[in-house]
C-alpha cells in the first residue's frame, strides 16, 4: 500500500514514494476545521481541507473532492479512509501521477476502504485518463446499479493493484483496457462472482492497447454455479506483447484472447471448466499452464509441450 507519513514539520501527511506529493484524505469524518491558505480555502474556511484524517473531503470528485484540490504531475495522493464511499456519477481521474489508495492494507481485519458503484447509467464508475495512475488497496463491492466497468484505464502506465472487486449483476466488466491504456498493469487483485451476470473480470477492448502486464491475480466463481459468461480475462482484438503470468481461476474460461493476440502466458492455473477451453491463447506463447476439470485430481498441462 501507499508509504504514508505524517511530517511533523509541516503538519501535512506525505507519501514516502513520491516525497513531492500532497495526501488529500476522503471519508465521513465529521470534524469540522478550518482550511490552510494555499489549498483553494480561506483561513477562515470552515469546510473541511483533506489534509488530515481528522478534516477529510466528503467526496473524490466534484468542486469540494479531492481531484479539485490535487494537481497534475505532482504525485499527489488521494486516500480512502475505512468505511464506504457511494459514487453516483463517473469520476474522471484526468490527473498525471496520482495514487487513489485505501487507508488500509488488503487482508487487515480492520474495516476496508470501499467504494460501491451506483451509476445507474453506462458509463464507467473511474475512467482514467490520466497517465502513471494507480489504484490500490481499495474494495468495490458489487456494484447497485449499471455500470459499464468499474475502471477504465484510459491512459497509458495505468496500476490496479492490491484491489478486491465483487462482481454482480451490474458488473458486466470490472476492469476494462482501450487502445490508450499501453503499459497498463493490473497485478494481486482479487474478483469474486456474487451473481449471475458478469462477462468478464478484466476485457482487453482494443488492439492498439499493447504491453498490458496481468500478473497474480485470483478469479473466483460463486461456488461453481456462476461462471465468467465469456472468460475472466478477455480479448476480441490484436493486442501486442502481453504478460499473462500466475493468476488463477476457479471457475470456467479463464483466458480467451483474439487469434492475432501475441505475448506469453506463463504459469496460470485453471480449474472448473472443460479442458482444452479454459484457455484460448490466441497467438501467445505459452508455458507451465495448467487446467483441471475434476475435485481430487492434479491439473493438466494445457497447451501440450511440443515435440522435439
Known sequence: MANLSFNGTSGLWVNLDKPG?????VGGGTVAAKGRTGEGLNASDTGNDGLTPERPFSTIDGTAGAFAKAKSGRGDTICILPGNVTITAAIACDLDDITLTGAV????????????????????????TGANVTIEELHFPASTAATTSRIDCGAAGAT??????????????????????????????RFYITANGPDAAIEIEAAGAHFIQIIGNVFLGQNHTNQW?????????AHLDCLVKGNTNTDGEAIVFSAAATGMISGNTMGYGTLGSMLDPGSCMCSENYEAD?????ARLFPGTVAS
Not at 472487486?165 to 494481486?188: K, M, N, Q, W
Not at 459468461?229 to 482484438?237: E, F, L, P, Q
Not at 475434476?294 to 492434479?298: T, Y
Open 21 to 25: 506529493g500532497r495526501v488529500y484524505f
Open 105 to 128: 492494507a488488503s487482508g487487515s481485519p480492520i474495516k476496508p476502504s470501499s467504494i460501491t458503484s451506483s451509476l445507474g447509467s453506462s458509463a464507467d464508475a473511474i475512467n482514467i
Open 160 to 189: 490496479i493493484q492490491n484491489c478486491t472487486f465483487e462482481c454482480g449483476v451490474y458488473d458486466l466488466e470490472t476492469i476494462t483496457v482501450p487502445a490508450a491504456g499501453l503499459h497498463t498493469t493490473i497485478r494481486d487483485n
Open 229 to 237: 459468461d465469456v472468460g475472466a480475462i478477455n480479448s476480441g482484438v
Open 294 to 298: 475434476a475435485i481430487d485430481q492434479s
